[in-house]
C-alpha cells in the first residue's frame, strides 16, 4: 500500500511532444482533469505572427479550464527577432524560438503550428509583408491548417489593419478573416483535398483586450464577448495567470520573463465573421460527444470513469479506458475527434499504469548504415497486470515478439546493438533542407506545412497487452546523460553526414591583395573514415592546397587544416566552398550544434561555406576594445578588418582604456550589462581624453528605466522605436564634407548597396545640438528620420551612436558597412 500510495501523488507522463522525453510529473488529480478533457469534444485555433505574439492566458484558459484542443498557429518561427541571450540570427534563432514555442505549448497543454513563412525582420506594411511572402502561398498554408485540424473557433490575435504595428501582425489577421472565407469552399486550392477535407469554423473572432482598449475604432462592428480567465485550476493548484507567466517566460531569447498576475483578467472578444456568439465563444457549438455519430456508448463509458476514478490508485481505471478505446476502435477512423480521443486515452492509460518505456542510444549521433548500441527500458508502477510482447525499430534492424509479465517497480530492460538503414535522412530540420526562396521555406508538399519539429526516423514500437487488448505505442530514439549540476538531460538522436566540414569564420574581408589565412575543421561522424578535403574558391581567386587528405581512426575526431586564400585584384565577392569525398560518396555539410540550458539541443548542417569580400578598405585602428551587448559577431568582423580586439569585462574596464584607439559597446549593452553603468564616467573620460566610442543601439524596452544609466553619451538624447525595414531605402548624406563620410574611405551611395534586412533600427531622436547627425532615411511613404548615426566631439575624443545594423550587416560581408564602420573606429587615428 505504501508503494500505491506514492504512486498516485506523482505519476509520470510520456512525451508531451514527440522530441521532448524530460517528462515532467503528473499528479493523480490532473490525470483527473484529463479524464474530464475526454468529454469535450471541440478546438480553438489562436492565429498570429511570430513566436511571443500568442496570448498565453487564452491558450492556458482553453486548454486547461475550458479543455478544448487549442492550437497556437504561428506565421513564422521569429527569424527576424532579436537574441538577448547569444549571437544566432536568422534561421538560428527561428531554431531557438522555436524550441521556446514549444517548451510554452508543453506548459500551457496546447500544440504548434506554423506555416512556411521566414520571418524577415520588421515590416512596416502588410502589402510588403505579403508581397515578399506571396499572398496566395501563405494563405493556402493557413487555408490548408484550417482544414487539417477543423477549428470550431478561430480567436485572432490583431486586426487587419495597421493598428497591428507590424506587417506580419496585420497580415496574420488578414490571412485568417481570407482563410475563414475559403476553407469551406471545395474550389479553393482543392490540391490540398487529396490531404484534408474542406471544412469551415462557427466563427471567427479577434481578442481585443477590451471595449475600451485604444486600439479599437469604429469601423469594428459587432458585439464584444467578455470572457473572464482568471480562474484557479483546483486539479493543477495554479491558476490560469500563473500558468500563462510560466508560457511566457520560455521565450528567453526576447526577454520576455513574466511575473503572473494573481487578480482578475478579462478580455474582449470582437466578433469577425460566422455566426456572432451572444454570450461565450461557443455558443451554439455542441461540444459534447453528441457531435459525433455513433457515439454513445463512448460518452457512457468515460462519464463512468469519471464516476468511479479513484485518486488513491489511478490505475483502477485502465479496464474502464481500454472499453473505450475498443468502442472509438468501432468507429469512423477519419473523424478527427476519434482520432484524438484514442489519442488521450492512450496517453490517459500509460499515465494510469506509471508505464514508463524508452529507448536510449548510447552515443547521440550516428550514420546512416552504422551499427548503434541501444539500451531499452520499460517499467510499471501500479499494481496492475501488464504484458510486454513486441518491441520493434523503425528505421533500425530489430523486432521480436515477447512474452514478458512486467513486474511492479522493476525494469525490463535490454541491451542492443543492431545496424540502422543506410536510407536514413540526415536529421536537418525539414524547413532547412533546401536554401531560403523569396523569403519563404521550400517545403515540398502541402502536408508538412504545420508541424514545428521533424518526425524521427529512429523510433522504438512497443505492443503491450493490457485487459486482453493489444496497445502499440511508438517513442523515438533519445540520448540522454547524467550533467552533476543540473542532472539528467536529454538530447535529440542525430543521423549525421559521414564527414562534416566547417570554415572557421562566417566571412573573410580582404583590404589589399595579400593572402589570408583561412581555418578549415573536418569531422569523423564514424570511426577509420579517410578521403580528401577539396577547397573550391570562386573564379579570379585561389587557395593553396586546393586539396587536403584527411584520415579519422576515432568517430568524432577532428582534424584541422589551414589554407591560403588569394583574393581576386578587383573587388568581388564569393563563397569559399568545401567538400569532403570518401569511398562513399561526397558531402558539403557544415555542423553547428545550438545548446541553452532551457532548450534540446539543436543540431544543424549548413552548407560547409563562408563568405569572401574584396573590397577597398582603409582601416586605421588597430586597438579596439569592445563591450559585449546582448551577443553579436562583430568583434570578429573587427578582426576581419585587422583590429586586435578585447572583450572588455569588468577587469579590463578597471585598466586603462587610453591604450584602445576605440571602444565600441555591443547591440544592446546599455541595456543588458549592469557593469557599464558602473563605468560610464570613466567612458566618458576615456573619450573626453581623446578616444572614440561607438554605441551600437539600445532600447527603451517597455519602461523608461530600461537603461544602465541616465545619459549614454556625453550631451542628452533619446532612443525611439525608429526604423527603416527598407534595407534599400535611400540614404542622403546630411554631411558630406564630415570626417566620418571621408577619412580613410569616401563614403557614397554604393556603400549602402546589398544591405540586409533592414537600415536600422532604434534610432537617436531629440538629440542635443552638440550632436550632428550623418544620414536621413525613409521607408516609402514615410517621413524620413535621421537619427541613424549621429556624432559629437566631446573634449578631444570622438563619441557616436548608431542604430544602423551593422551587427547584421558585417557578418553578412556587406562590403559598404565595412568601410563605414572603419571610418567610425578610426577617427582619432591621424
Excluded at 563568405?611 to 568583434?635: F, H, S, W
Amino acid at each position: 500500500m505504501r508503494k500505491i500510495a506514492l504512486f498516485s501523488c506523482f505519476i509520470f507522463s510520456l512525451f508531451v511532444s514527440l522530441l521532448h522525453a524530460q517528462v515532467k510529473s503528473v499528479s493523480s488529480s490532473e490525470i483527473l482533469l484529463n479524464l474530464k478533457k475526454l468529454n469535450v469534444v471541440g478546438s480553438v485555433m489562436h492565429i498570429a505572427a511570430h513566436p511571443d505574439d500568442e496570448n498565453n492566458l487564452l491558450l492556458a484558459y482553453m486548454a486547461k479550464e475550458r479543455l478544448l484542443q487549442t492550437q497556437y498557429f504561428s506565421l513564422t518561427r521569429g527569424d527576424g527577432g532579436q537574441n538577448l541571450i547569444g549571437s544566432e540570427q536568422g534561421e538560428y534563432i527561428g531554431l531557438i524560438r522555436t524550441q521556446e514555442l514549444q517548451n510554452a505549448r508543453r506548459i500551457e497543454g496546447t500544440e504548434q503550428l506554423f506555416t512556411r513563412a521566414y520571418d524577415f525582420g520588421f515590416s512596416k506594411t502588410r502589402e510588403e509583408t505579403l508581397k515578399f511572402w506571396g499572398e496566395s502561398k501563405i494563405l493556402a498554408d493557413v487555408v490548408y491548417i484550417i482544414r487539417k485540424y477543423q477549428p470550431d473557433v478561430i480567436i485572432t490575435r490583431f486586426p487587419p489593419d495597421a493598428r497591428a504595428g507590424h506587417g506580419h501582425h496585420n497580415s496574420s489577421a488578414f490571412l485568417a478573416e481570407a482563410a475563414y472565407k475559403l476553407c469551406g469552399d471545395p474550389t479553393q486550392f482543392p490540391e490540398q483535398l487529396q490531404y484534408v477535407k474542406p471544412w469551415k469554423p462557427k466563427r471567427l473572432i479577434w481578442n481585443t483586450y477590451s471595449p475600451g482598449f485604444q486600439n479599437n475604432k469604429p469601423g469594428d462592428k459587432g458585439s464584444y464577448i467578455p470572457l473572464d480567465m482568471s480562474g484557479f485550476n483546483p486539479y493543477l493548484g495554479k491558476s490560469y495567470t500563473e500558468i500563462a507567466a510560466e508560457a511566457r517566460s520560455m521565450h528567453k531569447t526576447q526577454g520576455f520573463g513574466a511575473a503572473p498576475n494573481r487578480t482578475t483578467r478579462i478580455d474582449y472578444l470582437l466578433h469577425k465573421d460566422g455566426v456572432p456568439a451572444r454570450k461565450d465563444p461557443f455558443d451554439d457549438i455542441d461540444l459534447t460527444w453528441g457531435r459525433v455519430p455513433n457515439s454513445a456508448r463512448v460518452a457512457q463509458l468515460i462519464d463512468q470513469a469519471i464516476r468511479n476514478y479513484n485518486i488513491n490508485f489511478p490505475a483502477s481505471s485502465v479496464p474502464t479506458l481500454v472499453a473505450v478505446h475498443k468502442e472509438l476502435n468501432k468507429m469512423d477512423a477519419d473523424n478527427l475527434y476519434v482520432r484524438a480521443k484514442k489519442s488521450e486515452v492512450e496517453t490517459l492509460i500509460q499515465q494510469c499504469l506509471g508505464l514508463w518505456f524508452e529507448t536510449n542510444p548510447i552515443d547521440y549521433a550516428v550514420v546512416a548504415g552504422d551499427q548503434a548500441a541501444v539500451k531499452l527500458n520499460v517499467v510499471k508502477r501500479a499494481e496492475f497486470p501488464v504484458k510486454l510482447t513486441k518491441i520493434q525499430f523503425q528505421g533500425a534492424a530489430f523486432d521480436t515478439t515477447l512474452n514478458v509479465n512486467l513486474t511492479t517497480f522493476e525494469a525490463f530492460a535490454l541491451n542492443l546493438t543492431r545496424p540502422t538503414s543506410k536510407n536514413l535522412k540526415i536529421t536537418q530540420p525539414f524547413w532547412l533542407a533546401k536554401p531560403i526562396k523569396d523569403r519563404v521555406f521550400q517545403i515540398e508538399a502541402p502536408h508538412q506545412v504545420g508541424p514545428a519539429e521533424n518526425t524521427p526516423e529512429l523510433q522504438t514500437s512497443f505492443t503491450f497487452l493490457i485487459e486482453g487488448q493489444e496497445f502499440t505505442f511508438t517513442k523515438p530514439w533519445v540520448h540522454k546523460y547524467t550533467e552533476p549540476s543540473d542532472g539528467e538531460i536529454y538530447r535529440p538522436f542525430e543521423v549525421r553526414p559521414e564527414v562534416t566540414t566547417n570554415v572557421a569564420e562566417q566571412v573573410y574581408v580582404f583590404a589589399d591583395n595579400q593572402p589570408k589565412n583561412v581555418d578549415l575543421v573536418a569531422k569523423a561522424n564514424r570511426a577509420n573514415v579517410s578521403g580528401t578535403l577539396r577547397v573550391e574558391v570562386p573564379a579570379g581567386w585561389r587557395v593553396e592546397p586546393a586539396q587536403l587528405p584527411f584520415s579519422f581512426k576515432d568517430k568524432y575526431q577532428e582534424q584541422r587544416f589551414t589554407v591560403k586564400v588569394f583574393p581576386s585584384v578587383q573587388s568581388s565577392e564569393g563563397k569559399i566552398h568545401l567538400v569532403a569525398e570518401t569511398a562513399n560518396g561526397s558531402t558539403s555539410h557544415g555542423l553547428r550544434t545550438i545548446e541553452f540550458k532551457h532548450i534540446l539541443a539543436q543540431t544543424v548542417f549548413p552548407p560547409a561555406e563562408a563568405n569572401l569580400v574584396k573590397l577597398d578598405i582603409k582601416n586605421k585602428a588597430t586597438k579596439i576594445g569592445y563591450i559585449a551587448g546582448a551577443g553579436d559577431e562583430v568583434p570578429a568582423a573587427l578582426r576581419q578588418m585587422g583590429c586586435q580586439v578585447t572583450l572588455l569585462d569588468e577587469t579590463e574596464l578597471n585598466k586603462n582604456l587610453g591604450i584602445y584607439d576605440a571602444i565600441v559597446v555591443g547591440v544592446r549593452a546599455y541595456n543588458t550589462e549592469d557593469r557599464i553603468g558602473f563605468f560610464q564616467n570613466k567612458l566618458m573620460e576615456y573619450v573626453k581624453n581623446g578616444g572614440t566610442m561607438v554605441v551600437q543601439y539600445a532600447t527603451l524596452g517597455f519602461s523608461t528605466n530600461s537603461l544602465k544609466v541616465k545619459e549614454i553619451g556625453p550631451y542628452p538624447f533619446k532612443i525611439s522605436r525608429d526604423r527603416v525595414t527598407d534595407e534599400e531605402a535611400k540614404m542622403t548624406f546630411l554631411a558630406p564634407a564630415h570626417p566620418l563620410l571621408n577619412t580613410p574611405n569616401k563614403i557614397t551611395d554604393a556603400d549602402f548597396d546589398k544591405w540586409v534586412q533592414e537600415r536600422g533600427i532604434y534610432f537617436a531622436v531629440d538629440f542635443d545640438k552638440a550632436y550632428t547627425p550623418l544620414f536621413s532615411c525613409g521607408d516609402p511613404g514615410e517621413a524620413e528620420k535621421n537619427g541613424s548615426l549621429i556624432y559629437c566631439q566631446y573634449g578631444k575624443g570622438h563619441f557616436m551612436y548608431t542604430g544602423l545594423a551593422f551587427f547584421r550587416e558585417l557578418p553578412a560581408g556587406v562590403p559598404g558597412a565595412y568601410r563605414l564602420f572603419a571610418n567610425m573606429i578610426s577617427l582619432s587615428k591621424k
